[in-house]
């Protein structure tokens, strides 16, 4: 499930629109996806993925930027009801267990600060 949305993020700087929107919409779910599923991206033997690392990051970078930003509630992935459809049926058929319905999924607390990141008022980062 990971790799397949994965994909479908890949191209949000995309020069074409239609594409680059397709990936914008994908990027919530695939957020969402990692909060309820990062716990299981282990080997057969137990070794912790590559993509539960990448996850930590991301979810650091986003957290910490809308800190920085003074969004209102910087933890939480907001889903409209189609992500959320989406999200639901994946949940469901790789059996992750969450609420369904969801228009909000937070953001992993141990994911906030997995890496430190300085941020400007701006948003953008500082060297």
């Known amino acids: 499930m990971k790799n397949a949305l994965r994909e479908e993020t890949r191209h949000w700087i995309s020069s074409h629109e239609e ?65 959320v459809k989406i999200l639901d049926a994946l949940a469901e058929a790789a059996d992750i267990p969450h609420q369904r319905g969801q228009t909000e999924i937070e953001i992993p607390e141990r994911y906030r600060y997995f890496e430190m990141h300085n941020f400007g008022p701006d948003g953008k980062l500082r060297g």
């Open 19 to 83: 594409i680059k929107q397709k990936a914008e919409f994908f990027k919530p779910i695939e957020s969402a996806w990692d909060a309820l599923a990062s716990e299981q991206y282990k080997t057969d033997y137990g070794e912790e993925l590559p993509e539960k690392y990448f996850a930590g990051y991301s979810f650091s970078v986003t957290y910490q930027r809308a800190v920085a930003l003074g969004e209102p509630r910087p933890e939480i992935i907001k889903l409209d009801p189609q992500q």
